[in-house]
Nanobody, 118 residues
Framework: VQLQASGGGLVQAGGSLRLSCKASGSIFSLVHMAWYRQAPGKQRELVASIGAGGIAYGDDSDKGRFTISRNSAENTVYLQMDILKAEDTAVYYC?????????????WGQGTQVTVSS
């Protein structure tokens, strides 16, 4: 399984970025896809996930600024980030969870850097 993330970059506070991540190479059922982020010195945290169980956001305060969406036909997940803040600066990672037999397995992308200047 390969996850190719893109869309990160440098943006001023208040600006927008759209991340995308395409999953490929698996013959198994895709359960859900998600975005996580990890800021320097902090643990990796969930930003948003989307799948058969619906949509979830790691922080309710992000709901109004971040929007996760998915193109199921292309196994691609997007994260639209608006009104970005300096504290959104982090490496953003894409995750895909597949159903393998009776279990599930997570695969991670390489991460894309998002830097918000204040």
């Amino acid at each position: 399984v390969q996850l190719q993330a893109s869309g990160g970059g440098l943006v001023q506070a208040g600006g927008s970025l759209r991340l995308s991540c395409k999953a490929s190479g698996s013959i198994f059922s895709l359960v859900h896809m998600a975005w996580y982020r990890q800021a320097p010195g902090k643990q990796r945290e969930l930003v948003a996930s989307i799948g058969a169980g619906g949509i979830a956001y790691g922080d309710d305060s992000d709901k109004g600024r971040f929007t996760i969406s998915r193109n199921s036909a292309e196994n691609t997940v997007y994260l639209q980030m608006d009104i970005l803040k300096a504290e959104d600066t982090a490496v953003y990672y894409c995750k895909a969870q597949y159903k393998l037999g009776s279990g599930r397995r997570d695969f991670w992308g390489q991460g894309t850097q998002v830097t918000v200047s204040s």
